[in-house]
């Protein structure tokens, strides 16, 4: 789904209110979150808090920014140009080494959403028939780029693929077509690949063979953040307990999204969702806050990064992110 323009969606009303007790007035702080792309089920939460009022009670005013990718959502962070957004946790640390000064301050992929799809038909069970065959994605996917190590993990020569150049949208059809062997996507679209190969069907998540890289995460502009650490700890603290309420109940969640959010299907909305809560849930996420970032991970997701993107100026990866304002009392299911 895409959009033109700027989409906004407002949680309260930018004026102050008089009259109140001793009759002053309280203004709330303006936040602007700019999504990693369009709105999706990975978003519901939010726009079911912003239905619910809760960014409100906590004092902040909120808008909803559609974006167009990680990096682009980075670049604005860091720049300062939106104060918070969403972005893949690997381009926000590429960003950071060019420059950007953001925080990753929630994560909501604790696990890799990379997934490598493939017809049984093909005569292909696993990597282990990897060998020869073509793979389709862009040439900039982080799953072409992460590749050498993949081969690693699964013993197979680098070179073992032959790399089909392919627009996001044409993978699925181009796999279906048998143009491809092999398309590399996100495991929030599994059930559709599900329902339109059925048993025929093969898929291997990254995270099942060890590359379990950090993904999409919520980040803050770090001035913002020192002048705004009680909104910003509002802010995460609301959207922990969003996630939560709709990791326990989707559909008001799904139904708050359909409504903000034209040409999305409920039942595709409902069946990404159940894929984000399994990457939404690991031993931190579960065991000590919903959307903590475990320090081991972190620096394995950096060292990862520092492999095979261009880090221009390396940097301590404890400095981009921090764990401080989630709330503790607030913990992922697990799944």
Request: proline share 5%.
């Amino acid at each position: 789904m895409k959009h033109s323009g700027k989409i906004l969606f407002a949680a309260g009303v930018a004026v102050l209110l008089s009259g109140v007790a001793a009759g002053t007035a309280s203004a709330k702080d303006k936040i602007n979150l700019m999504l990693n792309w369009t709105p999706g089920a990975d978003h519901a939460p939010i726009f079911y808090a912003l239905e619910q009022g809760w960014y409100d009670k906590a004092g902040i005013e909120l808008t909803v920014e559609s974006g167009k990718g990680s990096a682009m959502s980075a670049q604005a962070v860091g720049a300062g140009a939106s104060p918070m957004g969403i972005a893949e946790m690997g381009t926000a640390f590429v960003a950071n080494s060019k420059g950007a000064d953001l925080v990753a301050v929630m994560t909501l992929y604790a696990n890799s959403p990379f997934v490598l799809y493939w017809k049984k038909s093909s005569g292909i069970k696993g990597p282990q028939d990897f060998a020869g065959r073509t793979l389709g994605n862009p040439p900039a996917d982080a799953a072409r780029v992460m590749w050498p190590a993949f081969a690693q993990a699964t013993n197979l020569p680098k070179d073992a693929v032959n790399f089909v150049n392919l627009a996001p949208q044409a993978k699925m059809p181009t796999l279906v077509a048998g143009r491809v062997d092999i398309i590399s996507d996100f495991y929030n679209g599994h059930d559709v690949k599900i329902r339109e190969l059925g048993d025929d069907l093969g898929s291997l998540r990254w995270s099942d063979v060890g590359i379990n890289p950090y993904g999409n995460s919520f980040i803050v502009n770090r001035d913002f953040l020192n002048k705004k650490p009680a909104a910003v700890k509002a802010f995460v603290q609301v959207t922990q307990k969003a996630y939560a309420a709709c990791v326990a109940t989707a559909k008001p969640c799904i139904d708050a999204l359909l409504k903000q959010a034209s040409g999305l299907e409920e039942r595709a909305m409902t069946d990404q969702w159940a894929r984000v809560k399994e990457l939404m849930a690991d031993p931190y996420t579960t065991g000590t806050a919903l959307g903590g970032f475990e320090k081991g991970r972190m620096a394995a997701t950096y060292d990862l990064v520092k492999t095979y993107f261009e880090i221009e100026k390396p940097f301590d990866p404890q400095s981009a992110y921090t764990n401080d304002f989630l709330s503790t009392d607030i913990k992922m299911a697990a799944q």
